[in-house]
Each structure stands twice: as structure tokens, then as C-alpha cells.
């Protein structure tokens, strides 16, 4: 059934004549009447009847019209929720991180979007790379934040990634003259800057996640050794706990040492080592509030 010829039989119903409602809807009365016999052929059943010199609604059409007011009240209420999430004055936005950027990036961007489009909900999941980037596929987040490293890219085919930063990795160690535990802990003396990691080709490691770990070996084994990995967690804070214990060295993101600074470690940044951080939304369009976040999250990272 065509909402506009819906539209006309519930302006018979309430005008209470094909001429009144064709003034009502600044349509031509051949027209009404065109619109009503279409209306009368799609549902297969009389809607109107003579009655004297005019028509009536038969109890077809009475119930017909009922519901049209029914379906156009909400067909308006759709349209004008649309407009409320077109202008971002409407609406929840769910966005799914890696827990470093929700340290920093993220309560950024929430704070904007606040203060911008108070009416816009914003909801967190934490999330590493490949289950944000599930969840998105999946429909159950509208945006995700990951970060990929040259030896494990994710995998963003049919997805829309928008660079949010290159984010510089730094070297961790021990600041102070730590005894080393384990073999390979901070050696007496000031560390020196290293150009690359060979001179720590006999230090236990610290790993993080699976692509971290795959980054670091990498690194290693283009500076001409295996690295000995000793520990593995993705907690920021327990890796520069363990570092600074002297157990190990390790390598961290620029986003994790912003989270949380330990001031007994000593951080260098590595030449030429970053991972690139990614905003990846779903289609080439993105809905108004996704692309306010990813806005919102180059702006932060910026």
C-alpha cells in the first residue's frame, strides 16, 4: 500500500469529504479520487460508498483509515528520529579499543562529543584488534580502534581505516642500577641510548599481545639475534613493573607509556619503529555519529 494514497484516505476519514481533504492536501480533486480508486484496487475491497450526493467510508475503509494514521504517525516519528541522528542530536554510538587508547585517545573524544552533541550516547567495549574488528562485522560495534604492526597487518578488506597516528615504539629498561634477576636484567652503570637492540641480544624479554610479540621478534631478528622471551602479558603496568624490577627489558607503544608513566623505568624511543593506529568503520559511509568519533579520535591523536 502507497503511503500517499494512505495519506488521503485518512484525509477522507478526517475531513470528512473527497473535496475538504483535497483542499487539506492542496491536491486537485480528480486526483483524490484517482488516489482512492488506486488505494481500493491494492487491497482488493470497497473503502468508500454513495451516500447522497457524496461518500462515505465504508467499515473497510473506517478500519483502513485508522491504521493510516497509525502507520504515517509512525513512519513521521521515523523520519524525525533520522533527523535527530543526521544532526547528532540523537542517538548511540558504540565504539570498541584496545585498552591503551582507552587510557588516552578515547576519553577525549568522549568529552567532545559531550559537549558537542549532548543528545549522542557513547558506548565503550574494550577490545583487542581482531575482536574489535570482528564485533564490527559482526554489527555489534559501529567503530573500531586497532593498531597493526608491518609483520601483522590486520585484515580491514571490505571495511572502511582511517589513520589516526604512527605510534612510536620505545625501548624500556630499568633507570636505575637495578641487579639483574634471571639473567638479563639492567646492568650496574648509566644504560647507554641504543641506535638499535643488538646489544641486547643476552637480556630476557618482556612480550605483549601475539602481533606485539611477532613485532618484537621481528625487530630482533633484523638486529641479528632471537630474542629470549622470559615473561608475556599485555598489562602495561606489570610490564614496566617487571622491567623496572630489573627481570627484563621490553619494548611499549607511545599510547601505553602515555597511560601510565613508571618513573623507575627509562624509555627510548627506537629509530624508525612505530604501529599504526587505525579508526575502521563499516561500508564507504559511515553513520553521522561513527564519523563524528573517528573525527573525534584524529583530532585527539593530533
Known amino acids: 500500500m502507497d503511503l500517499t494514497r494512505l495519506r488521503v484516505l485518512a484525509a477522507v476519514a478526517r475531513e470528512g469529504s473527497v473535496t475538504a481533504a483535497a483542499r487539506s492536501l492542496h491536491y486537485a480533486q480528480p486526483s483524490v ?7 481500493e484496487a491494492e487491497v482488493g475491497v470497497p473503502l468508500l460508498e ?4 457524496g461518500v462515505r467510508l465504508t467499515a473497510a475503509g473506517r478500519l483502513l483509515a485508522a ?9 513521521g516519528a521515523a523520519r524525525d528520529e533520522l533527523d535527530a541522528l543526521v544532526s547528532l542530536s540523537a542517538g548511540r554510538v558504540r565504539l570498541a579499543a584496545f585498552p591503551s587508547a582507552l587510557a588516552t585517545l578515547v576519553p577525549d ?10 543528545g549522542l550516547g ?8 581482531p575482536e574489535a574488528l570482528d564485533a564490527l562485522r559482526r554489527g555489534a560495534t559501529d567503530v573500531a580502534l586497532v593498531f597493526e604492526h608491518d609483520r601483522s597487518p590486520v585484515d580491514v578488506e571490505g571495511l572502511r581505516a582511517v589513520p589516526v597516528l604512527a605510534e612510536e615504539l620505545f625501548l624500556v629498561r630499568a633507570a636505575v642500577d637495578a641487579a ?6 639492567s646492568a650496574p652503570g648509566a644504560d647507554p641510548v641504543l641506535d638499535d637492540l643488538a646489544p641486547l641480544a643476552e637480556a630476557a624479554w618482556i612480550a605483549g599481545c601475539e602481533r606485539c610479540r611477532a613485532d618484537l621478534v621481528g625487530r630482533c631478528e633484523r638486529a641479528g639475534f632471537t630474542p629470549r622471551v622470559a615473561f608475556e602479558t599485555d598489562d602495561y603496568v606489570a610490564v614496566q613493573s617487571l622491567v623496572a624490577a ?4 621490553s619494548l611499549l607503544p607511545a599510547l601505553a607509556l602515555r597511560a601510565h608513566r613508571d618513573p623507575r623505568v627509562r ?17 564507504e559511509r559511515p553513520s553521522p555519529g561513527a564519523a563524528a568519533v573517528v573525527d573525534g579520535l584524529v583530532r585527539a591523536a593530533g
Not at 454513495?50 to 450526493?53: S, T
Not at 573524544?109 to 549532548?118: I, T
Not at 557513547?122 to 584488534?129: F, M, Q, R, T
Not at 624509555?267 to 561500508?283: F, N, Q, S
Open 33 to 39: 479520487s484517482h488516489h482512492l480508486a488506486r488505494l
Open 50 to 53: 454513495r451516500h447522497g450526493r
Open 67 to 75: 491504521r493510516a494514521e497509525e502507520i504515517l504517525g509512525r513512519v
Open 109 to 118: 573524544v568522549v568529552a567532545r562529543l559531550a559537549r558537542d552533541h549532548p
Open 122 to 129: 557513547v558506548g565503550l567495549v574494550e577490545a583487542e584488534p
Open 180 to 185: 639483574p634477576t634471571g639473567g638479563g636484567g
Open 246 to 249: 630489573g627481570v627484563g627489558v
Open 267 to 283: 624509555t627510548d624511543a627506537l629509530p624508525g619503529a612505530a604501529r599504526r593506529v587505525l579508526a575502521v568503520t563499516y561500508g
